[in-house]
T-cell receptor, first 118, second 111 residues
Framework: GAVVSQHPSRVICKSGTSVKIECRSLDFQATTMFWYRQFPKQSLMLMATSNEGSKATYEQGVEKDKFLINHASLTLSTLTVTSAHPEDSSFYICSARDIAGGPSGELFFGEGSRLTVL | KQEVTQIPAALSVPEGENLVLNCSFT??????LQWFRQDPGKGLTSLLL?????REQTSGRLNASLDKSSGRSTLYIAASQPGDSATYLCAVMDSSYKLIFGSGTRLLVRP
């Protein structure tokens, strides 16, 4: 099946610093990628939709200036958590949709990135 | 607004039992429904994808059904094994092509 790679898998940073998480589709092209956040023992909550070559669409309640998303190519989207605070500590997961599958095609998920802000 | 609910929230069964996990959604206007498995601290593994025009999908010991009109799906696991222990997530793709997740069922299969 299609592979989505996330990096880093774990990151620890100090409060106030910025952290960048990468999401790559390894064997397919993705015009659309999605970023989710998951708190302990809770489900995945959609943060934003990343569109190649255009601005991301953020869900209600998600600060776009805090969670910067860049989708510069058909295989890479990045999420930058700016001025991170302890409450941003969470598990961030990306997913990507294969262009060939159309808009309602299957989504493939990365392994997730655990962010801990001290 | 689409809402996805999973029942039960947690389930503990002895090895070998057949079990059913339930998922319900409020808006029947969906493109597809997916069942995922998530191990602790890990990402998601896709188990089964059911398109809105389909009634069920099968993969090995897993069978998922979809009744779109009533907003329900079930995941049936036959002859459960300790290795099946994980959290199972149900997600529907809504009319805006977004995947909306349920809160999951935490399954423990006891040896």
């Amino acid at each position: 099946g299609a592979v989505v790679s996330q990096h880093p898998s774990r990151v620890i940073c100090k409060s106030g610093t910025s952290v960048k998480i990468e999401c790559r589709s390894l064997d397919f092209q993705a015009t659309t990628m999605f970023w989710y956040r998951q708190f302990p023992k809770q489900s995945l909550m959609l943060m934003a939709t990343s569109n190649e070559g255009s601005k991301a669409t953020y869900e209600q309640g998600v600060e776009k200036d805090k969670f910067l998303i860049n989708h510069a190519s058909l295989t890479l989207s990045t999420l930058t958590v700016t001025s991170a605070h302890p409450e941003d500590s969470s598990f961030y997961i990306c997913s990507a949709r294969d262009i060939a599958g159309g808009p309602s095609g299957e989504l493939f998920f990365g392994e997730g990135s655990r962010l801990t802000v001290l | 607004k689409q809402e996805v609910t999973q029942i039960p929230a947690a389930l503990s069964v002895p090895e070998g039992e057949n079990l059913v996990l339930n998922c319900s959604f409020t808006d029947s206007a969906i493109y597809n429904l997916q069942w995922f498995r998530q191990d602790p601290g890990k990402g998601l593994t896709s188990l089964l994808l059911i398109q809105s025009s389909q009634r069920e999908q099968t993969s090995g010991r897993l069978n998922a059904s979809l009744d779109k009109s009533s907003g329900r799906s079930t995941l049936y696991i036959a002859a459960s094994q300790p290795g099946d222990s994980a959290t199972y997530l149900c997600a529907v793709m809504d009319s805006s092509y977004k995947l909306i997740f349920g809160s999951g069922t935490r399954l423990l299969v006891r040896p």
